[in-house]
């Protein structure tokens, strides 16, 4: 009985028939295997076996266009497509005995096709090459990884509605340059993240509907001389149609930039608001807390509560847009059609689409799990004179100056009550009247934070009103 390893693969077989399977992946044309360390270069089974699924249902949906066409017998389309679903079963129940020297997931399937069914496998492959084949795979991979990232997104969406519908007069301080700028809403601060991961989301459904072109039947790069129906693997696998071009088919790898391109920025927007997390749960701020669920402690000072999942998101960031650099370096001197640095395309899109999975579902976790203080943020808006654009604002309203010379008023009466360490609705009315004597008392109206935000309803504004009416809306577009 053959040893397995942990993962479920056999070790490997002995020298003499290493090499012979070495050999019959090579073809007739090699008299001798593969130096060591070019099969090590070369294999790829250790990452590329995550294709398992996308390889099986591509092969089938050939298998059964061939019996159609007439170019495979109904008995051996059946033996393929049943020695498939055996092959299926054993990955999925961790007994395929995957081995290097098949190189790939395409051989390993083909040669345990073999051991199951006979000389029939072989006939598979006809008018089919490992370049339109693994090409295939590869879209349909991506294909489903952005329709799981897409539901991380849409659950992350909802957690923040759900806070933004809670929170929809919270005051807090809205901030430019980190500085205390004006009140809004913390509401209104958490929709703006829903908008950015509505943007991901549909980038990622551009990415999605561009790269729904089936390549399979493109063969190596030239098309086949066999009468295959294209259009009917395509059909069969959800593709909208088969590419048009069979160069284009075999060495495009657009779609796999394009959904890093998408996931890193989506990291970007994920790195912002773990930066806001680990600002909010400081001790200056404690806008927020998370419970234990979400932070760590220190091995030596027991007080820390340290917001480590904000912060691995923030970091993770750079590993989506390390990916997107990878695979634009590896594709940016390739000349027509297929060239074996396309393996190297597989590592970072995997590596990318499990990141931003991660990081979608933890940063969805700590919004489930956050607590607000909404005493603490108040303070803070009050603080920094934030409600100076209100009272500039009145002067232009109340006693029709431009705005420029409200500007520059505004500015002097920011002055005098630092003068006098006071706030702008703390200020004395004849202090006021100095700088500007036709100033009344209704400008009082205006200086608190609550009349604010109040105040600031343009559409897109962070009045409460408006912030309660664009959680309904977020929900019905996006949850």
Known sequence: MKKKNPDGANEKPRPAAAAKARNAAR??????????IM?????????????YAQDIAGSQAHCAMLVRQKLLSPQDGEAIDRGLGQIRAEIEGGTFPFRSEHEDI???????????IGPAAGRLHTARSRNDQVATDF???????IDRIDRHAQALQAALVDH????????????????????????????AYVEMLGRDRGRLADCRKRLNESPLGAAA???TSFPIDREATAKALGFDRPSANSLDAVSDRDFALEFLAAAAIAGMHLSRFAEEIVIWTSEPFRFIRLSDAFTTGSSIMPQKRNPDAAELVRAKAGKLLGALTALLAVMKGLPLAY???MQEDKLPVFEAADTLELCLAATAGMMRDLSVDAEAMRRVAVSGFSTATDLADWLVRVLGLPFRQAHHITGALVKRAEELGTDLADLPLREMQRIERRITAGVLDVLTVEKSVASRTSFGGTAPANVAAAAAQARKRFC
């Open 164 to 191: 933004a519908e809670r929170h929809a007069a919270t005051i807090m301080p809205g901030f430019t340059h980190l500085q205390v700028a004006q009140p809004v809403t913390f509401g209104h601060h958490l929709l």
């Open 106 to 116: 395409h051989l390993n399937i083909e040669a345990r096709l073999g051991e199951l």
């Open 39 to 51: 099969e090590r270069i070369n294999v790829s089974i250790d990452f590329d076996r995550r294709l």
């Open 27 to 36: 073809g007739g044309r090699f008299a001798s295997g593969p130096a060591e």
């Open 339 to 341: 060239s074996k640095d």
């Open 221 to 223: 790069l030239a098309g």
């Open 139 to 145: 879209r349909l991979w991506v294909r489903d990884a």
